[in-house]
């Protein structure tokens, strides 16, 4: 490891989001270079290969994948690692990662980027002795948790492995085999290091669902560090977790859009557990268009003083924002408006119109120049 003022990091980042439907996805539906979100310096250098840092000083890139896997089922990723040519005065070494954030790094320097990162449960490789971190001086393994790089924290570990900075290509393997809990890693074909435990409720207090990404850094040492994808076999939470052509384009025109999977109970600007789906629909559209902001209008049934209606209509908005924003939207890009029973599509004499009024619509743009 890398000394308090060395950058270091090249961490796998698996980032939580909620539940919903099931699909499983194998290698051969996953690596399409539209699925990731590449990032800094990260550069794609084959058809499932990508170097993250050049053998530079003070440098970073990650790559994220758009869409989030279930923890509450099995998975298995094998990659190929390349952790630089420098053993002497290279740095930093890896820490494959969970954590709730999307598309977010921790503390830099003796923080591998996985540092504050909370709830969270990382697998480190680390190539750099840290000695008040107690690091051994070999290049060495640990499971760690809730952002903590101080092996008195760790779940596993530390544990010595071979040097790995010597300019050759590692076979890494994640797996989580759910029934039995037991999240383990290979090195070179070789099991190195486990960790048994519920990770779903002991880790991440009940919440199934995970990004993943890679994220790599430098600081005043450095290496050249390549990650190529090998075999990545997970289960998707939502079947159509993406608008169609059609949808695209009519969003793409400016046209307003109705949420229509997106409901409310009477009164209550909690979303229904069958929101979600949608959610990570107008989630996808905007990770895809980061120069396009959206507008997103609440409206209800006519029950009620109009204020009070204004009032929660505009909260029911604001709820749709919040997830947005939890999943990584800049808040930036986005305007709330309540507009109450002002603009009813359906009529308020039935149980059936006043539930369809209770409604949100959206609108993406581009603003100006």
């Given amino acids: 490891m890398s000394s308090q003022h060395h950058v270091k990091l090249f961490f796998f980042l698996l980032i939580l989001g909620l539940g919903g439907s099931r699909s499983v996805v194998a290698q051969s ?34 790559i994220w994948y758009r869409s989030p896997i279930r923890l509450d089922a099995s998975f298995t990723m ?17 820490v494959f990662a969970f954590s709730p954030y999307s598309q977010v790094t921790g503390h830099r320097g003796e923080g591998m980027g996985f540092s504050g990162l909370y709830p ?33 924290f760790n779940l596993e ?37 486990s960790y048994q435990g519920d990770l779903v409720n002991q880790i991440f207090d009940g919440n199934p669902l995970v990004y993943w990404g890679v994220t790599a850094a430098t600081g005043q040492y450095n290496n050249r560090q390549e990650i190529c994808f090998e075999k990545l076999d997970f289960t998707l939470p939502i079947l ?11 969003f793409l025109t400016g046209k307003t859009m109705t949420l229509a999977k ?25 990770q895809t268009y980061p120069g396009h902001k959206l507008i997103i209008q609440g409206h209800t049934d006519d029950q009620g003083p109009a204020e009070a209606n204004r009032n929660i209509s505009r909260q029911r908005a604001q ?13 930036r890009r986005i305007e709330v408006q309540g507009l109450g029973e002002e603009f009813p599509e359906f009529s308020n004499q039935t149980a059936t119109g006043r539930l369809k009024n209770r409604r949100i619509t959206v609108q993406l743009y581009k603003p100006r120049a």
């Fill in 240 to 250: 159509e977790s993406r608008y169609n052509a059609v949808e695209i384009g009519d």
């Fill in 29 to 62: 539906d996953l690596l399409h270079i539209n699925d990731f979100v590449l990032s800094g310096a990260t550069k794609r250098i084959g058809d499932r290969c990508f170097r993250l840092t050049e053998a530079i000083d003070w440098t970073s890139g990650s």
């Fill in 120 to 152: 969270s449960l990382g697998i480190e490789i680390d190539t750099w002795q840290n000695e008040h971190l107690s690091d051994p001086p070999e290049d060495h393994v640990a499971i760690l948790q809730h952002g903590y790089v101080d092996h008195l």
């Fill in 262 to 286: 997106v409901t409310f109970p009477s009164g209550s600007t909690r979303l229904d557990k069958e929101s979600e789906p949608e959610l990570y629909k107008l989630l996808q559209l905007m």
């Fill in 157 to 193: 570990g530390p544990v010595v492995i071979k040097n790995v900075e010597d300019c050759l290509l590692h076979a890494f393997t994640i797996h989580w085999d759910e029934p039995s809990h037991t999240l383990s890693m290979m090195l070179d074909g070789r099991k190195v290091i």
């Fill in 319 to 331: 709820s749709i924002a919040d997830f947005l924003i939890s999943h990584g939207i800049d808040r």
């Fill in 78 to 94: 094998e990659l190929n690692l390349m952790l630089g040519c420098d053993d002497r005065t290279g740095a930093d070494g890896m």
